[in-house]
């Protein structure tokens, strides 16, 4: 008999794959069905699994005894999976997170679809919101940090102790944070960026020390077709 609560993810592209990988490896969630908006969805079918028209999820997946996870990248700055995690809530779901048995979270608070890959470390007393992806492992968060609602951080980031990332902020690959600083809500942080100082609203952050661009994000990641 299979005791595993019912998970449905929203989002067929790579990032969907791979919540479906993880969630199927080692998580107490068995899914069953993946569900994409009507004017993305391309396909009936993904891993054998049902693909429905996240519009009429109800009609299939009943929010009594199904969970959601929302599987989608930075695009607009995250915004897009913002929405869809929203609009499910509204509909009546539980929402998931995956956390890796192989990540160290130090009972650090976490929130909800939040999604943290094997060898991620979290330091105690570090606070994470809701719908925060770690994409990729081998992040350190350091303790007393905050990192906000529907932030991205990619793989490689350190954080250091006790700073603040503001609401839907992106962090590259390798980029490296300083203590006690805060990064401002809507900035998006480029690969490999040595971020020292606290940073201004919705702009884009390079190099090292990194500096502002003055390119506001959301128009960055368009340019840049991002996700
Ligand atoms: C991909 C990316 C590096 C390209 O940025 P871009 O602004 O389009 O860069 P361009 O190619 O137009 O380069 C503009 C200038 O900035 C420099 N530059 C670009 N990215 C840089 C970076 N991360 N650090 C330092 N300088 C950078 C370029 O060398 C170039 O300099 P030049 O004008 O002197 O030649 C950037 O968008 C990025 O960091 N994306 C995130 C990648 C990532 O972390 N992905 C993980 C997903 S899980």
């Not at 054998?48 to 990248?73: G, Q």
């Not at 998931?96 to 650090?108: D, L, N, R």
Request: charge should be positive; proline fraction near 2%.
């Amino acid at each position: 008999m299979n005791h595993k609560k019912k998970l449905v993810i929203v989002g067929d592209g790579n990032f969907g794959q791979m919540a479906y990988k993880y969630f199927t490896h080692d998580s107490m969630y068995k899914v069953v069905g993946f569900a994409v908006e009507k004017q993305f969805r391309t396909r009936d079918t993904l891993f054998n699994l049902p693909i429905v028209n996240f519009e009429e999820i109800e009609n299939h997946f009943s929010n009594k005894d199904h969970n959601i996870f929302v599987a989608i990248t930075f695009v607009q700055l995250n915004q897009a999976r913002t929405r869809l995690y929203l609009t499910s809530k509204t509909k009546g779901y539980k929402i998931a997170s995956y956390i890796s048995p192989k990540a160290s979270c130090f009972g650090a608070s976490i929130g909800e679809n939040v999604f943290i890959l094997e060898y991620n470390v979290i330091q105690p007393f570090a606070e994470i919101g809701n719908n925060v992806i770690f994409m990729g492992n081998t992040n350190w968060i350091g303790h007393h940090t905050i990192i906000k609602d529907n932030c991205f951080i990619s793989s490689h980031v350190a954080i250091a102790g006790c700073t603040e990332v503001g609401e839907n902020c992106f962090v590259g690959i390798n980029s490296s944070i300083a203590d006690y600083i805060k990064i401002a809500k809507n900035c998006f942080i480029c690969m490999g960026s040595v971020v020292t100082k606290s940073t201004e609203e919705n702009n884009v952050y390079k190099g090292h020390p990194a500096q502002a661009t003055g390119i506001k994000a959301t128009q960055y990641l368009m340019k840049n077709n991002n996700a």
